[in-house]
């Protein structure tokens, strides 16, 4: 039960962190837009760069809505989430170890 807990405070937690990163993000990428269309011209160099964080923003929040699932089935069908195999098919390198962050402290 004590493992169910840290596992799931531990979800929390990152879920939290991740959420609050994808918010800053999207706020920053609307700043950017604003700035395109209020000046009306074609975006700079650094803005096109800027808006290439939608794609990161997508694909952290799919990999995100994949994990979960996972952990729900994981859940559903043995009682217990295995994060290390939640976590496989998440294809984002960085997400996938910030969400093995949580395993790692249950494991220990």
Aim: proline letters at 2%.
């Amino acid at each position: 039960m004590e493992d169910l807990r840290e596992t799931v405070t531990g979800l929390s937690a990152i879920s939290a962190r991740e959420m609050r990163q994808l918010y800053s993000k999207v706020q920053t990428l609307e700043d950017v837009v604003h700035t395109i269309f209020e000046r009306g011209t074609k975006p700079s160099r650094q803005e096109c760069q800027s808006l290439q964080d939608f794609d990161l923003v997508m694909q952290t929040l799919a990999g995100l809505a994949g994990f979960f699932e996972r952990v729900e089935s994981q859940v559903l069908d043995n009682g217990h989430p295995d994060i290390a195999e939640a976590t496989q098919a998440v294809t984002l390198q960085k997400l996938r170890e910030r969400l093995q962050e949580i395993g790692n402290l249950v494991d220990s």
